[in-house]
């Protein structure tokens, strides 16, 4: 726990970065969510203590999806450029729902490519971090669907040493096995194997 809040923080702040000058409507790798939007949603997260987000879970009679549509409005903010001053506030936060804190790293990780990619924006991860992200996603659904999604499939990094599982292959960089672990099939182009048609079928 200790070493992933500062990998979190450090990918919060790279990302506010990268956004200083945004075409905030281009719709996200979120379907429906503009890249403001998921950036809102990252701050909601980020601000969500385990009591709130019940309550709030309480409050939407456990909608989960009416939640994250909640919680994005309360920190959308007036304009572009204070939804970005919203997500500034939050980059040092260690605040966060009953999640895992490798959770908040992979939703940090997965939905700051849900915002960069479709703006062209690249970005390079530390290795460890990604690993880290990749090996949490591997062995859960929590959240998100990853586990069930690669189940008798072998993933293998291609620029870490990250690899896991049995059956057909999937390979390639670190941040595509993440991305497409978690459904973004935009991804699937930069993998290799036999594996991978699988994946576009799932």
């Not at 990998?7 to 702040?13: D, L």
């Not at 572009?80 to 506030?89: N, S």
């Not at 479709?118 to 996603?137: D, S």
């Amino acid at each position: 726990m200790t070493a992933t809040w500062p990998q979190i923080h450090a990918e919060r702040a790279a990302l506010a970065d990268d956004l200083s000058d945004a075409a905030w409507n281009t719709p996200s790798l979120c379907e429906g969510f503009s890249v403001r939007e998921v950036l809102a949603h990252l701050t909601a997260g980020a601000s969500l203590t385990p009591l709130r987000w019940t309550a709030g879970v309480l409050r939407c009679r456990f909608d989960f999806d009416r939640q994250v549509a909640m919680r994005l409005a309360e920190h959308l903010g007036d304009s572009p450029a204070d939804t970005l001053a919203r997500f500034r506030r939050v980059v040092t936060s260690t605040t966060k729902p009953p999640l895992p804190v490798v959770a908040m790293l992979g939703e940090t990780v997965v939905h700051g490519e849900d915002i960069r990619r479709p703006l062209g924006i690249r970005h390079e991860y530390p290795l460890e971090t990604l690993t880290a992200v990749a090996r949490y996603y591997l062995g859960s659904d929590l959240v998100v669907l990853a586990r069930g999604r690669v189940r008798g499939l072998r993933l293998a990094a291609t620029d870490s040493d990250f690899s896991g599982g049995s059956g057909p292959l999937v390979s390639g960089p670190t941040l595509a096995l993440i991305m497409a672990m978690t459904g973004r099939s935009r991804f699937l182009d930069d993998l290799d194997g036999d594996g991978v048609e699988v994946l576009r079928h799932r």
